[in-house]
């Protein structure tokens, strides 16, 4: 597997389910050696784990790093290794290896400096956008943001990055909503942004915040410990 920059979900494997590397190719007369299969190489996201058996085969987090996943096979001997004095012409040979197959499990775990966190339609978007490179889709009803969206944030020689996650609600830490599958990429990020929308009348802010810290707990105790920046969006509408 190797970082590809450009992509941050794992859809293409939704698609492609199989990987399944170039065979090798066989021995030939005069004693040619069978050519090597090519390596088959991914690209995948930064952040991207491989498990095994519930044990991590790789973990993406270097960009220009190839990652081994699985091994191919090897070959052996041929028949002119088993010629003699006696035999000058064997008719055996052995049968390569086979390569390595299992059924991996594929997770994405955003690498990102800065997560955004918040209540469906708290703003998150409107935040990500202004602040960085992202587009992310903007709209005045609730779960816009179906996947994570990255941006880069510049601020003269400095920048960062940022990710923006979809909303999450009462119960994500057990799968409601999009749920569990998008808290994850917070464990990876260093600062976390909580968006609050102080500005609706039909919303109880200080609840609200409560909420999405008791799903960061749930999901896993050390959430709530990161630095955490908690922003009052939408006040000017109060």
């Known amino acids: 597997f190797v970082a590809d920059l450009g992509k941050n979900t794992l859809l293409s494997f939704y698609k492609n389910k199989f990987i399944i590397a170039e065979d090798g190719v066989k021995g030939g007369p005069k004693n040619l050696y069978g ?18 058996n519930k044990k991590i085969v790789a973990d993406v987090i270097k960009e220009n790093h190839l990652y081994l996943v699985a091994k191919g096979g090897k070959g052996r001997r041929g028949n002119n290794k088993f010629k003699t004095s006696k035999n000058t012409a064997p008719r055996i040979a052995e049968n390569g290896m086979p390569g390595e197959k299992y059924e991996a499990n594929i997770v994405l775990k955003i690498l990102s400096d800065v997560g955004l966190v918040g209540l469906p339609s708290c703003g998150k978007s409107t935040l990500i956008n202004a602040l960085s490179n992202a587009k992310a ?4 009803y609730e779960f816009t943001t179906l996947v994570p969206q990255l941006g880069l944030v510049k601020y003269y020689d400095y ?21 569990i599958q998008f808290l994850r990429h917070i464990e990876r990020c260093k600062v ?9 009348p039909d919303k109880d802010s200080i609840q609200s ?3 999405i810290q008791k799903e960061l707990e749930s999901y896993k105790l050390n959430l709530t410990q990161k630095p955490q920046l908690v922003v009052a969006n939408k006040s000017d509408l109060a």
């Open 192 to 200: 976390v942004i909580h968006i609050v929308d102080f500005g609706s």
């Open 137 to 140: 889709k903007v709209a005045e």
């Open 209 to 211: 915040y409560e909420t």
């Open 35 to 52: 050519a090597k299969g090519k390596d088959t190489i991914v690209k995948v996201p930064l952040g991207t784990l491989v498990y095994k």
């Open 159 to 179: 920048s960062y990055t940022i990710v923006d996650l979809p909303g999450l609600i009462k119960g994500a830490s057990l799968g409601k909503g999009l749920g």
